[in-house]
C-alpha cells in the first residue's frame, strides 16, 4: 500500500529487470489524457531504487505538463535506467530496454535524455518503433536543440514585451548560466541581436568558443564570470541553460534581475521559490513552456521530419507565455501556478473529446529503422 500511495498520479509503473543484459529500469507513465505517454530516457548511478522511483514520478508527471503546454497530442512519462552511463552501457541493454518498451503497445514512446546519446536509441529500435529523437541518418529529426534555443527565444521576447512593452532583444543585458548545445545558440543569438553577455560555464572550450563567436559578430560585450557570480551580476534577464534547482533559497538573495528566462529543467528546486520570486518582482518564465522546443521536434517526428512545420509550432511558445504572464497578473498569482492551471484546464478540456480506448491504440507510423 505503501508503493500505490506513492505512485496514486499515475497510471502505470513498470520495474523492468533483464539479468543477462544488467539493464534495471524503471518506466512511469503518468498520464495519457491527451494521447501516449512520452519522455526520455535517463541513465544515471542512482544509490537507491527509491531514488531512481521518485526521479521517474516526478519526471514523468512534469512531462504531462509540459506536453500539454505545447499542445502536442502525448501525455506524460519517463524512463530511468539505474547505472553509470560510462561503463555500463551495450547495445544488448538498450535492446532490452527497447523489448520492455514494445510491450506496452504504443502507450508510451522514449528518446535520448540525461546519460543516454541517440544511438543509444538505434540499438532500440530494433526491437520497437515507440523511439524518437533519433539522428536523421535513421529518418529522425536531428538535433533537437535547435527548437529548444528557439523557444527559449521566443519566450525571452515575451518576457521583454511583459516587462517593456517591446519583445525586442537587443540592447539588454543577460546572464547565460552554461553553454552546452542549447546555452550556446541562445547565447549567439542573444549576441547577434546586439546583447551584452555574462556567461558562465565549467567547460573552457565553451566559453572560448562564444568569446570567438563574439569577435566575428563585432559585439564584444561578452563578460566571463565563474561558478555562483553568475547569481549576483547586474543584467535585466538570468538565462539558467545548465542544472536544475538553482533557484533556491541561497541564490535568491543575490539575484539583481528583472526577469528569468531559461532552457533548464527544474529551475526552482522548490515550488514555493516562485512565489518568491513574484514577491520580489522578478518575473519568472516556468521552464517547462520555455524549453519545449524539444519535446515539440520529436512529437512530430513521428509523423515524418518536417524542420519548417516544428519551427512554426515553436513559434506558439511565445503566445502561450504571454498568456500565463497576463493570468498571473490579473489573478495575483504566481506565474508557476499560473503555468499549472494553463495545463491543467487544457488536459481537462480534452477529456471530453478523448476517450480512453481510442487514445490507446497504438498509433499507425510505419516502422523505420
Not at 64 to 82: E, L, N, P
Not at 240 to 267: F, M, Y
Amino acid at each position: 500500500m505503501e508503493m500505490f500511495n506513492k505512485i496514486y498520479e499515475h497510471e502505470q509503473v513498470v520495474i523492468c529487470n533483464d539479468p543477462n543484459t544488467g539493464l534495471k529500469a524503471i518506466i512511469a507513465i503518468h498520464n495519457t489524457t491527451l494521447g501516449p505517454a512520452t519522455g526520455g530516457c535517463r541513465m544515471y548511478p542512482y544509490q537507491t531504487f527509491e531514488h531512481a522511483l521518485n526521479d521517474a514520478l516526478r519526471l514523468s508527471k512534469g512531462m504531462t505538463y509540459k506536453c500539454a503546454a505545447a499542445d502536442v497530442d502525448f501525455g506524460g512519462g519517463k524512463t530511468v535506467i539505474i547505472g553509470d552511463p560510462k561503463k555500463d552501457k551495450t547495445p544488448e541493454l538498450f535492446r532490452a530496454l527497447g523489448q520492455y518498451i514494445d510491450s506496452l503497445n504504443g502507450r508510451y514512446y522514449t528518446g535520448t535524455d540525461m546519460g543516454t546519446t541517440p544511438e543509444d536509441f538505434v540499438h532500440a529500435m530494433k526491437e520497437t518503433n515507440c523511439i524518437v529523437g533519433i539522428p536523421e541518418e535513421y529518418g529522425g529529426s536531428g538535433d533537437s536543440s535547435v527548437p529548444t534555443a528557439e523557444g527559449v527565444i521566443y519566450g525571452i521576447k515575451a518576457t521583454n514585451e511583459t516587462l517593456d512593452g517591446i519583445n525586442q532583444i537587443g540592447g539588454k543585458t543577460y546572464a547565460v548560466q552554461g553553454l552546452g548545445k542549447v546555452g550556446f545558440k541562445v547565447a549567439e543569438t542573444l549576441l547577434e541581436e546586439g546583447a551584452s553577455l555574462y556567461v558562465s560555464d565549467i567547460n573552457s572550450e565553451a566559453i572560448q568558443a562564444l568569446l570567438n563567436r563574439a569577435k566575428e559578430l563585432g559585439n564584444n560585450n561578452v563578460k566571463v564570470v565563474s561558478g555562483n557570480d553568475i547569481y549576483g551580476v547586474e543584467a535585466e534577464v538570468f538565462v539558467p541553460c545548465a542544472l536544475g534547482g538553482i533557484i533556491n533559497d541561497e541564490t535568491l538573495n543575490s539575484l539583481k534581475v528583472k526577469a528569468i528566462v531559461g532552457s533548464a529543467n527544474n529551475q526552482l528546486l522548490e515550488d514555493y521559490h516562485g512565489e518568491i520570486l513574484m514577491k520580489k518582482g522578478i518575473l519568472y518564465a516556468p521552464d517547462y513552456i520555455v524549453n519545449a522546443g524539444g519535446l515539440i521536434q520529436v512529437s512530430d517526428e513521428l509523423y515524418g521530419p518536417n524542420k519548417k512545420r516544428v519551427m512554426k509550432k515553436t513559434k506558439a511558445i511565445y503566445t502561450s507565455l504571454l498568456e500565463i504572464y497576463r493570468n498571473s497578473e490579473s489573478k495575483s498569482i504566481s506565474t508557476v501556478e499560473s503555468a499549472n492551471q494553463f495545463c491543467e484546464q487544457r488536459i481537462e478540456a480534452r477529456k471530453q473529446r478523448n476517450s480512453f480506448f481510442s487514445h490507446h491504440k497504438r498509433p499507425k507510423w510505419e516502422l523505420r529503422y
